[in-house]
């Protein structure tokens, strides 16, 4: 398994500025993605995190809006940026080792509110 | 558009009763299968995998598999109230980038 550590876990933000999440693996993984869960709803996948290149991005979402870090095995970052109040949701990190069948380890997420 | 079908429920049980959970997904190239449980305000843990048809079994989770219908299933026997959460199931897919797509889940209620 694997241990994901996301900051910050809440946080209330003003309509226009950005944010940065970040997630910590405990472990080396081979793969790490980012998720938007809006209340109520299920998860809908927003990028890939490539590590030391581009992430790739899911329909609907760009990198203008959503850029993405992924410096080493370990760590990835999620920028939302010029945030609306459509941009309140769970954000979650996830990670999975090649190899290991696909399971998905998830981050506790982080609870953005847009005022 | 690749998708991930679920009965968004709810489903309600009687304690002690047989809980089953769907899924259809429309991508015939899917791979892997996954039952997640979430509970309300967590995030997903994950409850079965099943790679190949039929059925696996693990405690009282059976995960079914039918590639020919693009079918996945989930029964949850003898159901307790602290089964009652929200119930993802999920495919991930290997050709053109590995990726997890998620169904919108089926919300489960057991009651004592």
């Known amino acids: 398994s694997a241990v994901i550590s996301q900051k910050p876990s809440r946080d209330i933000c003003q309509r226009g500025t950005s944010l940065t999440i970040q997630c910590q693996v405990d472990?080396?993984?081979?793969?790490m993605f980012w998720y938007r869960q809006q209340p109520g709803q299920s998860l809908t996948l927003i990028a890939t995190a490539n590590q030391g290149s581009e992430a790739t991005y899911e329909s609907g979402f760009v990198i203008d809006k959503f850029p993405i870090s992924r410096p080493n095995l370990t760590f990835s970052t999620l920028t939302v940026s010029n945030m609306s109040p459509e941009d309140s949701s769970i954000y979650l990190c996830s990670a999975a080792r090649q190899g290991a069948g696909g399971e998905l380890f998830f981050g506790e997420g982080s609870r953005l509110t847009v005022l | 558009q690749k998708e991930v079908e679920q009965n968004s429920g709810p489903l309600s049980v009687p304690e002690g009763a047989i809980a089953s959970l769907n899924c259809t997904y429309s991508?015939?190239?899917?791979?892997?299968f996954f039952w997640y449980r979430q509970y309300y305000g967590k995030s997903p843990e994950l409850i079965m995998f099943?790679?190949?048809?039929g059925d696996k079994e693990d405690g009282r989770f059976t995960a079914q598999l039918n590639k020919a219908s693009q079918y996945v299933s989930l029964l949850i026997r003898d159901s307790q109230p602290s089964d009652s959460a929200t119930y993802l199931c999920a495919v991930t897919e290997v050709t053109g980038g590995f990726k997890t797509i998620f169904g919108a889940g089926t919300r489960l209620f057991v009651k004592a």
């Open positions: 472990s080396q993984v081979t793969m």
């Open positions: 991508d015939r190239g899917s791979q892997s």
């Open positions: 099943i790679y190949s048809n």
